[in-house]
Nanobody
């Protein structure tokens, strides 16, 4: 199983980035997906979650209204559109997957598959 996130970079406050995560080695349509982030010196935190079908999405309060998670099950990809970026969004962003589970989607340890992360830096 491989997850590979891309699309990170340096952006000015107020700008936008779109992260992508390509997944291989599993039946993607049976996996719910999440995005997490980890800033220096901080614990990894939940950002967004999308259900297997894409019908249900959930967001951390800190990104609600600015970030949008989506998926393309035909292409085995999940995306995170990030708008109105702030300096506090600076972190390494990780995509993660898990099979059918009723566990808390915000909990890091409920996800079984992780990618290596992509750096997002918001700075002027």
């Amino acid at each position: 199983v491989q997850l590979q996130a891309s699309g990170g970079g340096l952006v000015q406050p107020g700008g936008s980035l779109r992260l992508s995560c390509a997944i291989s080695g599993l039946t993607f349509s049976t996996y719910a997906m999440g995005w997490f982030r980890q800033a220096p010196g901080k614990e990894r935190e939940f950002v967004a979650h999308i259900s297997q079908s894409g019908l249900w999405t959930y967001y951390a309060d800190s990104v609600k209204g600015r970030f949008t998670i989506s998926r393309d099950n035909a292409k085995n990809m999940v995306f995170l559109q990030m708008n109105s970026l702030k300096s506090e969004d600076t972190a390494v962003y990780y995509c993660a997957g898990r099979g059918g589970s009723l566990a808390d989607y915000r909990a890091v340890d409920t996800y079984t598959n992780w990618g290596p992360g992509t750096q997002v830096t918001v700075s002027s």
